[in-house]
């Protein structure tokens, strides 16, 4: 390169001399960066027998090859499985897709709808929440009798790597109501309660009823242990959820260890793109403490009236014996 260099400069400096008179700058001076044919040079060649050759190639006559690239297809495999692996870790600790197969959840979910389930959070200790949507595997045989999908092979793969639901999981979906030491209730046709405060329930399937009137299941007043979930499908009178379960080996809870995650956003299909969350009438206050806490006044006030009472009585009898 400093050959390349060389070769340039003094081809100008040549230039630049031609254009002044002979004599007008000292030769040993200008000796460095001028071209071995200058003609205002001195006749023998001094300043030009030093120069080293000029050119783009080395002192070898060879130019440095370039490192030659990998092919692409060479690199594809390894960006395959780099892929893959990626996909295994998201599947395993991130978010996980799961395809929805009945319409027990109308219409916040529709059959066919694929849902996004965030398994990230659960990790760090965080439980499943009154009024989230979520993905728990089969408590105890509640989809006995219901048909098993043969996938090919295709979809296999897929589901392997978390790009489709796995047709050997049997995974349910359906919305949290109570959670451990919460009384839920239904009477009647509802509305359903959860501790004794009442929920509104817009998210219920059109035509529904908040309870079911029959002796099945859908009228019920029950405590949630700790560890567990009580969970109910949006379309009431078409969801097989804990209100007819209630004679399994869980009494129709469902255990946390058993829950995947939650539902975070339908991604497919791509019109019905949506977030689930959580409606506002979970925002109320309705753990059981504060339902005891209500009481308490009452019970209190109770509490102090007998003394008052008696003490009362007894006044009035001491006056009478006088």
Same mark, same amino acid.
């Given at each position: 390169?400093?050959?390349?260099?060389?070769?340039?400069?003094?081809?100008?400096?040549?230039?630049?001399?031609?254009?002044?008179?002979?004599?007008?700058?000292?030769?040993?001076?200008?000796?460095?960066?001028?071209?071995?044919?200058?003609?205002?040079?001195?006749?023998?060649?001094?300043?030009?027998?030093?120069?080293?050759?000029?050119?783009?190639?080395?002192?070898?006559?060879?130019?440095?090859?370039?490192?030659?690239?990998?092919?692409?297809?060479?690199?594809?495999?390894?960006?395959?499985?780099?892929?893959?692996?990626?996909?295994?870790?998201?599947?395993?600790?991130?978010?996980?897709?799961?395809?929805?197969?009945?319409?027990?959840?109308?219409?916040?979910?529709?059959? =066919? #709808?694929? $849902?996004?389930?965030? %398994?990230?959070? +659960?990790?760090?200790?965080?439980?499943?929440?009154?009024? *989230?949507?979520? @993905?728990?595997?089969?408590?105890?045989?509640?989809?006995?009798?219901?048909?098993?999908?043969?996938?090919?092979?295709?979809?296999?793969?897929?589901?392997?790597?978390?790009?489709?639901?796995?047709?050997?999981?049997?995974?349910?979906?359906?919305?949290?109501?109570?959670?451990? =030491? #919460?009384? $839920?209730?239904?009477? %009647?046709?509802? +509305?359903?309660?959860?501790?004794?405060?009442?929920?509104? *329930?817009?998210? @219920?399937?059109?035509?529904?009823?908040?309870?079911?009137?029959?002796?099945?299941?859908?009228?019920?007043?029950?405590?949630?242990?700790?560890?567990?979930?009580?969970?109910?499908?949006?379309?009431?009178?078409?969801?097989?959820?804990?209100?007819?379960?209630?004679?399994?080996?869980?009494?129709?809870?469902?255990?946390?260890?058993?829950?995947?995650?939650?539902?975070?956003?339908?991604?497919?299909?791509?019109?019905?793109?949506?977030?689930?969350?959580?409606?506002?009438?979970?925002?109320?206050?309705?753990?059981?403490?504060?339902?005891?806490?209500?009481?308490?006044?009452?019970?209190?006030?109770?509490?102090?009236?007998?003394?008052?009472?008696?003490?009362?009585?007894?006044?009035?009898?001491?006056?009478?014996?006088?």
């Amino acid at each position: 390169m400093g050959d390349v260099a060389v070769g340039a400069r003094s081809g100008h400096d040549g230039e630049e001399h031609r254009g002044h008179p002979v004599g007008a700058a000292d030769p040993a001076a200008d000796g460095a960066v001028t071209s071995g044919d200058d003609p205002g040079a001195d006749g023998d060649g001094g300043g030009s027998q030093g120069q080293p050759p000029t050119g783009g190639q080395g002192s070898d006559g060879a130019s440095p090859k370039p490192k030659k690239q990998r092919s692409f297809w060479k690199e594809l495999p390894i960006l395959i499985g780099i892929a893959l692996v990626l996909a295994l870790l998201i599947k395993t600790f991130l978010v996980q897709a799961f395809s929805i197969p009945s319409d027990s959840m109308q219409n916040t979910l529709q059959q =066919g #709808d694929r $849902v996004l389930v965030d %398994k990230l959070t +659960p990790w760090f200790g965080s439980e499943p929440e009154r009024g *989230e949507v979520v @993905v728990f595997h089969d408590p105890d045989n509640w989809l006995a009798g219901e048909p098993t999908p043969d996938p090919n092979a295709l979809q296999t793969f897929l589901s392997w790597i978390g790009l489709m639901p796995s047709a050997e999981e049997k995974d349910l979906i359906k919305r949290v109501i109570g959670v451990g =030491g #919460d009384t $839920v209730e239904c009477k %009647k046709t509802g +509305p359903l309660t959860v501790n004794g405060k009442a929920l509104n *329930e817009p998210y @219920v399937y059109p035509g529904n009823t908040p309870c079911s009137q029959d002796d099945q299941g859908g009228q019920f007043k029950v405590k949630v242990p700790e560890g567990y979930i009580w969970v109910m499908g949006d379309h009431r009178q078409n969801s097989r959820d804990s209100r007819y379960n209630q004679s399994d080996a869980n009494h129709g809870m469902v255990p946390v260890d058993d829950v995947v995650g939650r539902a975070i956003v339908i991604a497919w299909p791509i019109n019905r793109w949506d977030n689930l969350p959580v409606p506002e009438t979970f925002d109320q206050d309705l753990s059981a403490r504060s339902a005891a806490l209500t009481v308490a006044p009452q019970g209190l006030a109770l509490a102090g009236a007998v003394p008052l009472v008696l003490w009362r009585r007894q006044r009035i009898k001491a006056a009478e014996t006088r």
